[in-house]
């Protein structure tokens, strides 16, 4: 059973750092696309980044620049480097799977994570 598990959230200065892992199990890995969502309180899932089982990404524009996506296929985990966070940053992540294809469009990913939470406060 194909199953994700987000970890790294937490609670960050505006300006810092934190980094978040997907951990995977249950599916070939490395034929899958990987995307990160974020969910702030009262506004609607969206895109942040993704990934491909070769490495090629995308990003939303929002956080180009700032946020890094990366993934281990022998770990069966994906990264996000999140660095220059900025309050409005603050929502649960969501990691979600789909095959082969990368988007940033949440109806499009199947499987999901249960989220964690990031928050950017002073």
């Known amino acids: 059973q194909l199953q994700l598990v987000e970890s790294g959230g937490g609670l960050v200065q505006p300006g810092g750092s934190l980094r978040l892992s997907c951990a995977a199990s249950?599916?070939?890995?490395?034929?899958?696309?990987i995307g990160w969502f974020r969910q702030a309180p009262g506004k609607e899932r969206e895109g942040v980044s993704c990934?491909?089982?070769?490495?090629?990404?995308n990003y939303a524009d929002s956080v180009k620049g700032r946020f890094t996506i990366s993934r281990d296929n022998a770990k069966n985990t994906v990264y996000l480097q999140m660095n220059s966070l900025k309050p409005e940053d603050t929502a649960v992540y969501y990691c979600?799977?789909?095959?082969?294809?990368?988007?940033?469009?949440?109806?499009?990913?199947?499987?999901w994570g249960q989220g964690t939470q990031v928050t950017v406060s002073s």
């Open positions: 979600a799977a789909r095959p082969i294809y990368c988007n940033l469009r949440a109806p499009d990913f199947g499987s």
């Open positions: 249950g599916f070939t890995f490395s034929v899958y696309a």
């Open positions: 990934i491909k089982g070769g490495g090629s990404t």
